[in-house]
């Protein structure tokens, strides 16, 4: 009879127990995949790490530093060490193209201190959101691809890409060229492992919030390798000009970011299907490509300032009084008017050259206006 009372006790002081850990948020433990974002390899100084000569060894510790990586992203950090500083490098030209592409809009891609590092906006399936993804994935595809062509990387080289079926006969292909596949392979194994090692239930929020991420990465990997093109270069005395050699070369970024902006502008809402497939929201728009980005939630108002979403909107922020763009005090103030303020700024101005070698400028005062949204 004891026995069963004790017995009885212990049950209930272990349902306790457990009780309270789930309702303490202090004591409960966050899963991997919402411990922050991969996002912030873009904000580490991985210069200052190569200083240390066992950061790429069997034993080193780099990859438990990292944060916001899930369990599969550390095995592959563990298996390619010396690969991360140019993923890190990667996802920083992600975050600033992504500020100077969205700098005259309403939101301007903040970036803020939490893990997250665009913050709790990045929880809400918005086209925004779609960029981001984007445009971190290309950033760290050309890295890797730029990284392997120079020699950086230990699996990999220069392109291997087949000859072009148009490149003319006389002209030698292979030159060093940006090793676009092995950028593409390994930023896919690297970034959309965080997408597929998670399980989630079939035509949830949860998967159709998976999907939405693994489809905008690859439309940023394509985005690398469609822009991407043949260069060639004479060779020769005096330029004659009597070899050619071309090889496969990235573009730039900027030109990348431009292309993903305007993606991002002509950008399909889906949802997901019960069948756990991403569908058209509204059936008469056409179906987006692999190339096209997609999302799931409308936008939230990014003109008011919501702490809990992470907006800081758009009060103080500068505009242009004489357009009509998003730019435009009228759009971007979003009708609150705006202040109006004269500086006084001074530059060099009327310079003549002395030869030799001398510059010699005069200082010119002028005052100009600065609008700020109120």
């Known amino acids: ?45 991985f210069e200052e790490w190569t200083n240390q000569t066992d950061l790429f060894s069997d034993k080193s510790r780099m990859c438990a530093r990292l944060r916001g990586l899930t369990p599969g992203q550390r095995r592959v950090c563990r ?22 592409q969205f700098q005259n809009r309403r939101w301007n891609c ?11 906006l990045t929880l809400i399936a918005s086209r925004e959101t779609a960029f981001t993804h984007a445009i971190t994935a290309a950033g760290v595809s050309l890295a890797i691809s730029r990284a392997c062509r120079d020699g950086r990387l230990s699996s990999c080289g220069c392109s291997r890409a087949a000859r072009p079926r148009h490149l003319h006969n006389d002209w030698v292909w292979g030159g060093c060229g940006d090793n676009l596949e092995y950028g593409y392979k390994f930023t896919e194994g690297f970034v959309d492992i965080r997408e597929r090692e998670r399980k989630v239930k079939r035509g949830s929020r949860e998967q159709g919030r998976q999907l939405m991420n693994r489809h905008n990465n690859e439309a940023g990997r394509r985005a690398v390798i469609k822009k991407s093109q043949v260069t060639c270069k004479c060779h020769g005395v005096s330029g004659s000009c009597s070899l050619i050699t071309c090889w496969q070369q990235l573009a730039t ?21 019960r069948r756990g497939k991403l569908r058209l929201s509204n059936p008469n728009y056409s179906l987006p490509t692999a190339q096209d980005l997609v999302y799931l939630e409308e936008s939230p108002n990014y003109c008011i300032r919501n702490e809990s979403l992470g907006s800081l909107g758009t009060t103080g922020r500068e505009c242009n009084r004489t357009s009509a763009g998003i730019d435009g005090c009228g759009l971007m103030c979003c009708g609150r008017g705006y202040n109006t303020k004269k500086i006084v700024v001074k530059e060099r101005c009327q310079c003549k050259f002395h030869w030799c070698c001398r510059v010699d400028c005069n200082t010119c005062v002028k005052t100009v206006e600065v609008y700020t949204c109120k």
Request: aromatic share 12%; hydrophobic share 35%.
């Open 110 to 120: 903040t970036v803020t201190e939490d893990d997250t590092v665009f913050g709790p």
């Open 253 to 273: 970024f900027r030109e990348i970011g431009d292309y993903l902006r305007d993606k991002y502008e002509g950008a399909t809402e889906v949802k997901v299907s």
């Open 1 to 45: 009879m004891a026995s069963n009372t004790v017995f009885r006790f212990l049950i209930l002081l272990t349902a306790l127990v457990w009780i309270l850990s789930a309702d303490n948020p202090k004591r409960r433990r966050r899963e991997p995949w919402t411990n922050g974002s991969w996002f912030n390899m873009g904000l580490l100084e």
């Open 79 to 100: 298996r390619h060490k010396d690969h991360m500083p140019a993923v890190g490098d990667g996802v920083k030209k992600g975050i600033k193209e992504c500020q100077y």
